[in-house]
């Protein structure tokens, strides 16, 4: 049957979750386009914030939205999505304009940001469990690499807006431009709601899906099709399944690697090459561009495999592998990164190794998220997304506080150097970015290995496809 007669309003279904979550990351990415200016000193008009104290608002905010999403899975399972996705963005969007009246204290700004990971947290599981209910098995995952890829628009949107917002004084001085950074992001998310509400309903209940493209989207569910899931799976339930653990496991090893990018990536341009302000904004933009083909490419990776005949869990396994193989390319980082062996062009050299890392972040992505649908029925989606979106924040916070404290102690260890070497301005300077560098790359080899390592786990713990039918 063809897509004209079946019709194709699960894309524009698609489109809404693409811009909710491209309007997730752009607010989310908000403060690590601040963090220069927020570790200036006082003196200088920043905050005085070492990194320790960017990784306590970091870790702080992955921390809740780790643990609410996963309780967010369950109460979308309850509630629905209409009704999950709209009150996520809401609180999300309020505490994210309060970030801008939290003062210069790093606490106070964890607090808040604590409070808007409590409304980021909704969106993926709401979004997955609704790839579940418009979309057919095959066109999950590349459903969920188009509107996972908005992950990277925000973030790329990000990188040029913020930049030109926070170093602007605005209405003479009395909101500085980090605050109405946070304040005009934040507000965008309430023009989405309108588009939400209006367009967005169950496939049941929808009046303007076609009864074709309603059969399409049910044509190879092993529930009951054309039934609304009304029965909802405790979320305790889920937990004796391998499978879960199977997802809670990929998460966790590799959600983490993403915070990284997100968070650090402008620190590490500094540091390594000392770009900062508007010069890091086209090379932090082309990492996240690529990301997107990554994410939309990735999506449609498996399908490659199931159009030869091979069963879609297995398919899946098979585009992970070969998507876990390419973040291995980090561990080249420092070298490519080199200054002294070449020169003006090592940041180019370096952000090829960081855009290839970044796609196969993004391709895994929406294939590890698709393996829930392929094996849970879908009433139980969104609690298992939850709990994998638990596990990737606890990964995410583990790896920003390693981050933070081993770019810190390296910071201490090179301006020790420097003393010990009478060296001052620019000469020791030079030596604490040297340091620093060297955190930088022990970090790029940690997630260099994360993904084959998750992939590991994943094959050990679901060896084939073992779908749930007795939730």
Known sequence: MSSQKIGNYRWTIVSLLFFATTINYMDRQVIGYLKPLFSLPVEKGGLGWSNTDFALVTSLFTLFYAGITFIAGFIIDKIGTKLGLALSLIIWSVFGILNAFAGSLALVHACIRSLFGIGEAG???????????????????????????????GAMIASIVV????????FNGAIAGWQMAFIITGLIGFFWLIFWFWLYETPKSHKKLSAAEFDYIHSDDTEPAKVENVLKAPWY???????????FTGKFLTDGIWWFLLFWLPDFMKQQFNMEGHAIMVPLFTVYAVAILGSVLGG?????????????????LTAMLIIA????????TPYFGNVSIFGDQAYIYALVVICIAAAAHQAWSCNIFTTVSDMFP?????????????AGGLGGVLIQQIAGRLTDHYKQI???AAVVKNLTGDSARLLVQTHVQTAYGIMFGLCALSYLIAWICIK???????PITDL
């Open 460 to 466: 050990i713990l679901v060896p084939k496809f073992q």
């Open 414 to 416: 090179g301006e020790a």
């Open 237 to 247: 339930k889920v937990l004796k399944y391998r499978q879960t653990w199977a997802f």
């Open 378 to 390: 879908k009433k139980a989606v969104g609690s298992v997304t939850g709990i994998g979106g638990l």
């Open 300 to 316: 449609g990776f498996p399908m490659l495999f199931m159009n030869k005949g091979m069963e879609a869990y297995k398919a899946r």
């Open 325 to 332: 193989i390419l973040p291995v390319s980090l561990l080249t």
């Open 123 to 153: 969106n993926f599981p709401a979004s997955i469990k609704t790839i579940a209910e418009w979309f057919p098995k095959k066109e999950r995952a590349l459903a969920t690499g188009i509107f996972n890829s908005g992950a990277n628009v």
């Open 163 to 170: 930049p030109l917002i926070a170093y602007r004084v605005w």
